[in-house]
Nanobody, 124 residues
Framework: QVQLVESGGGLAQAGGSLRVSCVASGRTSSARVMGWFRQHPGKEREFVAA????????DYAESVKDRFTISRDNAKNTVYLQMESLKSDDTSVYYCAASSLVVVTSSEGNYDYWGQGTRVIVSS
């Protein structure tokens, strides 16, 4: 089993920045790829970004590309999502997820473990 705990959510101004974090614990060897997803109330969960622990390869949704940056600190078993130039459309609950695949993936079905989420609200 893998446990994932997100933190860092909160209120931000449009155009501002925010960083959310995810700490992985338990059998972390089962978490080869880490991803961020988000879900706005009334909408389906959508892919945001992903990164693999070894080579650091990344993938981003087109809606956040060039604004968001995913990174990882292997020593701390922590993955980060740095969000810049925030828009009101970025308002969502952000979820951390882990996959046993060896290649970064944007498919929700490929992720086996999920955190409880951290809420991000972007005001105008």
């Amino acid at each position: 089993q893998v446990q994932l705990v997100e933190s860092g959510g909160g209120l931000a101004q449009a155009g501002g920045s925010l960083r959310v974090s995810c700490v992985a614990s338990g059998r972390t060897s089962s978490a080869r790829v880490m991803g961020w997803f988000r879900q706005h109330p009334g909408k389906e969960r959508e892919f945001v970004a992903a990164i693999d622990w070894d080579g650091g390869a990344t993938d981003y949704a087109e809606s956040v590309k060039d604004r968001f940056t995913i990174s990882r600190d292997n020593a701390k078993n922590t993955v980060y999502l740095q969000m810049e130039s925030l828009k009101s459309d970025d308002t969502s609950v952000y979820y951390c997820a882990a996959s046993s695949l060896v290649v970064v993936t944007s498919s929700e079905g490929n992720y086996d473990y999920w955190g409880q989420g951290t809420r991000v609200i972007v005001s105008s």
